[in-house]
């Protein structure tokens, strides 16, 4: 059974920054779908950053809303197990609870393929909460 506690949440003014953390256990940290996906209150909730764990040296291993980029950067440490959201340049619209999402990976998998496979399934941590003031 895939387990995910996601860390790093808080409060911030607009332009700072905040890291999200992501670590777990139920699957294999270096071949797998994971990403981060938010929900606003209110709101659906809907993808942040996805990537593909097993070649994370290409860009199209990842993939990014195109809210988020240039501002946010997903990464992974495969020596912690740890998933990574580094988020800058932090504004209103950021503020929501994020989740943590991991899944198996489909043949060919890439950043946009986990998108996909990631916003379809049912594997989230208990989320952290983000809140950007103006």
């Known amino acids: 059974q895939v387990q995910l506690v996601e860390s790093g949440g808080g409060s911030v003014q607009t332009g700072g920054s905040l890291r999200l953390s992501c670590t777990g256990s139920g699957y294999t940290f270096n071949n797998q779908c994971m990403g981060w996906f938010r929900q606003a209150p209110g709101k659906e909730r809907e993808g942040v950053a996805t990537i593909y764990t097993g070649d994370p040296r290409a860009d199209r291993m990842m993939w990014y809303a195109d809210s988020v980029k240039g501002r946010f950067t997903i990464s992974q440490d495969h020596s912690e197990n740890t998933l990574y959201l580094q988020m800058d340049d932090l504004k209103p619209d950021d503020t929501a609870t994020y989740y943590c999402?991991?899944?198996?990976?489909?043949?060919?998998?890439?950043?946009?393929?986990?998108?996909?496979?990631?916003?379809?399934?049912?594997?989230w941590g208990q989320g952290t909460q983000v809140t950007v003031s103006s």
């Open positions: 999402a991991a899944l198996p990976p489909p043949p060919f998998a890439s950043g946009t393929v986990c998108y996909g496979v990631l916003r379809r399934g049912n594997s």
